[in-house]
């Protein structure tokens, strides 16, 4: 066992880690020696910020209390179970289009007419379509692909106002996030349509321009189905955003506009390599 020398033998001196009347040990900060800490996966905790119970003796508390639920680390595992069922849930989908638009348009309307026909006419072209799966015009989507002998898929997401899978759904996949949903939406799909819509279309929209824009996505085509609805916004588009410089007039190319269905689906189908899913190189 190895001994301590308590008087001026040859472990005594700077750097034995014994304090010196002419040296406090804080004195001098490279002596300093880091505490190991306490580890709690890649976190290291010191001082105050040590855990006065283990995650074992947590584990096995009796007193079972169900705060734990509602914390970060738990959201991450729902997460983590997010991503993971709706990539197993689509990962064998196929070529699809994922289309977008009002959850508000009337059965019969003109809106929800025109999502019937273009998913019945994606499905003609052997592409599976993916929608919010809500009502209005994601249904009219789902309704028309799934008539016409297509995969028809919904995503749908907890909204306090909670809607449900539309009946004409036939694969179908509800998220707590957003983000989570927003992935499987891009990922699986090989283009957009985007019919007219609110604020969520809006906001599927731009987050697909924004990734074509940064080349985050490539060979994604997006549509927008309805001159009179979507002009205003190209052109405040062209008029502002480009003449002050904040995007080049070459991204206004990054948008198909039309009216008529059959031009939207050959836009969005158009021959081209599919996206490859492999890992880059």
């Known amino acids: 066992m190895a001994r301590v020398s ?20 804080h ?22 910020q040590v855990p006065s119970m283990t995650h074992d003796e947590r584990l096995l508390d009796t007193a079972q209390r169900t705060d734990w639920l509602h914390t970060d680390p738990w ?33 019969g309307s003109r809106w929800y007419t025109l999502g019937e026909r273009l998913g019945a006419a994606l499905a003609s072209r052997g592409y599976a379509v993916i929608t919010g799966g809500g009502p209005g015009t994601m249904e ?7 008539e016409a002998g297509g995969t028809s898929i919904g995503l749908g997401i907890e909204l306090p106002f909670e809607q449900g899978m539309n009946p004409y759904v036939q694969l179908g996949v509800n998220f707590r996030y957003f983000f989570a949903r927003k992935t499987m ?19 599927e929209l731009f987050e697909a321009l924004t990734l074509v824009q940064t080349k985050k996505v490539t060979s994604f085509p997006i549509v927008l189905l309805d001159r009179a609805y979507w002009s205003g916004l190209l052109d405040w588009i062209a008029d502002q955003l480009v003449q002050t410089g904040t995007i080049s007039a070459a991204d206004l190319n990054l948008l198909h ?5 059959d031009e939207a689906v050959e836009l969005v189908t158009l021959e081209r390599p599919q996206r490859s899913r492999s890992r880059p190189r």
């Open 257 to 261: 506009l039309t009216d008529d269905v």
């Open 75 to 107: 959201r991450v595992m729902r997460i983590q179970a997010e991503f993971v069922e709706g990539f197993g849930a689509l990962a064998e989908v196929g070529r699809a289009i994922s289309v977008f638009g009002s959850a508000r348009a009337q059965r």
């Open 140 to 146: 009219a989507v789902n309704k028309g692909a799934s």
């Open 27 to 48: 004195d001098d900060v490279t002596d300093l020696q880091p505490s190991p800490g306490y580890h709690r996966g890649p976190v290291v905790l010191r001082g105050p």
């Open 185 to 203: 939406f891009l990922k699986y799909a090989e283009g957009f349509v985007v019919l007219p819509g609110g604020f969520g279309t809006l906001d």
């Open 6 to 25: 308590a008087g001026n033998g040859p472990g005594d001196g700077p750097g034995d880690g014994l304090p010196h009347p002419e040296k406090q040990p």
